[in-house]
């Protein structure tokens, strides 16, 4: 009979930082609950202050050079995806990241084998960008999942989605748009493609120098951090897990400043750019003046900006910091101000975490979106109706004024609809969506023991949720062999009839 005692899950999360880490705390936590020990891999001074029910943390790469890492960020926040140069910037980005591969491979192989060649946890949860342990869970056959942002090519591809899932430009399906608005999206993920192949090469080569049977994949399971309804619903393997949104059901309070500026205002716009977004003083500037104008007009009686420093020359620093109804703080306890009932406009870059977390909290989004899934998350908002786009390069004051003020003046109560709508679903999804990710890996987990040990031969078995379409050629999956013999079996039965000929 199967053991159900507690199992060791390693957790890989390097590349991504605490960004990646804090959702899949979420993961952890209810397997923790289920009775597994959960330990952790990453990068050097990113596994400090985890929670209690971390049993250990391995140190699997160094540090990102501050200088490197700043400039890839400044790099890839002006890159636009239409254009072949943010397309090779964005490249360039992926190319940086892949450099940790080696390291991590080498120092995380001792630690998922012992000595003995013989895995030392049940299963890994690993991050996307951190391949190195996926390929090692290949290598000591070790049954594993991936998390995501969003879902993405090629895994959310459907015939209805346009261009490369997760990566459109301006519209999320095919539904309602333009022949133009197609042939735009399908241009446009092509190009990709096209600029994306050095990178593409590149890690190839690079799992081939480290790995003797090269990148071969198999079913895993695959995790996504949203949720169907805020993302578009399509039909999907069994193995593909909307578990989102990841977000805590506790976060750090209000400091007492915070605290203050709020109970004296009924109209507050929070303001943030991520942790890792630059912002360039121009770009400031127009931001600075669009919530100058919200405020003078009265839509707004506060602002609150998490921003490390103020890069507004153009209109001085002293000016900004000298406004009593705007507050510039460096830190800011961002679940604590988004579920203070005074917010009413979040002004944000789209990023997962804190869309998810505005979603949680109810919190209509001004979304200006820099890199990565970051537009699609804006389109996201778009078509649920709890938010608007303005363009990092192309956006006027008199823009993001209007748009800002349809969503706070909200004439017909539509806004406050959508926003009631989501959040219900979010708080719903929020509780489900862990221990749905939990259950599911404990599925994989069992699966993969007992047909691993099989009488009748190791995996004699298919993984129990992996599609039979999975195991069969492109022609026979597709049924190219039988209509291409189709209508040679017409034409005879044809001539039988022709010839009266009985068969």
């Not at 970051?374 to 008199?398: M, P, S």
Request: charged letters at 20%; hydrophobic letters at 40%.
């Amino acid at each position: 009979m199967a053991s159900f005692e507690e199992r060791n899950i390693l957790v890989v999360v390097a590349v991504g930082r605490r960004t990646h880490i804090t959702p899949l705390l979420e993961v952890c936590r209810a397997l923790h609950e289920l009775g597994h020990r959960v330990s952790f891999a990453g990068m050097e001074g990113q596994l400090n202050n985890l929670p209690g029910f971390v049993a250990e943390t391995f140190t699997v790469c160094d540090p990102m050079d501050p200088t490197k890492d700043a400039a890839i960020h400044q790099r890839i926040g002006e890159a636009v995806a239409s254009t072949r140069q943010g397309r090779k910037d964005l490249a360039s980005a992926l190319m940086f990241f892949d450099s940790f591969y080696p390291d991590m491979h080498q120092r995380l192989k001792p630690i998922v084998a012992r000595d003995d060649k013989k895995p030392a946890f049940d299963f890994i949860l690993a991050d996307f960008f951190d391949i190195a342990a996926v390929d090692l869970a290949l290598e000591f056959d070790i049954p594993y999942a991936t998390c995501t942002p969003q879902l993405s090519f090629p895994q959310g591809q459907a015939s209805f989605i346009p261009g490369l899932a997760g990566l459109q430009q301006n519209i999320l399906t095919t539904e309602h748009a333009t022949l133009g608005q197609r042939v735009y999206e399908s241009w446009v993920a092509f190009a990709f493609v096209i600029d994306m192949l050095p990178w593409i090469r590149s890690r190839i080569a690079m799992r081939k120098r480290l790995n003797e049977a090269g990148p071969l994949d198999r079913a895993h399971l695959h995790f996504t951090n949203s949720f169907w309804g805020f993302d578009t619903p399509r039909a999907h393997s069994p193995l593909l897990c909307q578990i989102g949104p990841l977000v805590s059901q506790t976060w750090d309070p209000l400091t007492p400043e915070l605290s203050e500026f709020l109970e004296k205002r009924s109209s507050v716009a929070y303001v943030s750019f991520g942790t890792l977004a630059t912002l360039p003083p121009s770009r400031a500037t127009k931001l600075w003046l669009t919530l100058k104008a919200l405020l003078k007009e009265g839509h707004l009686d506060g602002v609150i900006w998490s921003l490390k420093r103020i890069p507004a020359p153009e209109k001085g620093e002293e000016q900004i910091k000298s406004n009593g109804n705007i507050l510039i703080l460096p830190w800011v306890p961002q679940r604590a101000v988004l579920a203070h009932p005074a917010i009413r406009l979040f002004l944000t870059h789209a990023g997962t975490g804190s869309t998810n977390e505005a979603l949680y909290h109810g919190n209509a989004m001004l979304c200006m979106p820099i890199h990565g899934d970051q537009n699609a998350c804006a389109l996201r908002t778009e078509a649920n109706g709890i938010g608007l786009r303005i363009d990092k390069h192309t956006f006027t004051v008199g823009e993001a004024v209007h748009k800002a003020k349809i969503l706070l003046q909200d004439v017909d109560g539509a806004v406050n609809a959508d926003v009631l709508r989501m959040q219900r679903i979010a708080v719903t999804r929020a509780t489900s969506g862990p221990r749905e990710a939990a259950s599911k890996i404990q599925e994989v987990m069992y699966d993969h023991e007992l047909r691993r040990s099989h009488p009748k031969g190791k995996h004699w078995r298919p993984p129990h949720l992996e599609l039979p379409s999975e195991r069969m050629g492109f022609w026979k999956r597709n049924n190219i062999d039988l209509y291409t013999i189709g209508p040679f079996i017409a034409v005879l039965q044809g001539l039988a009839s022709l010839f009266h000929i009985r068969y």
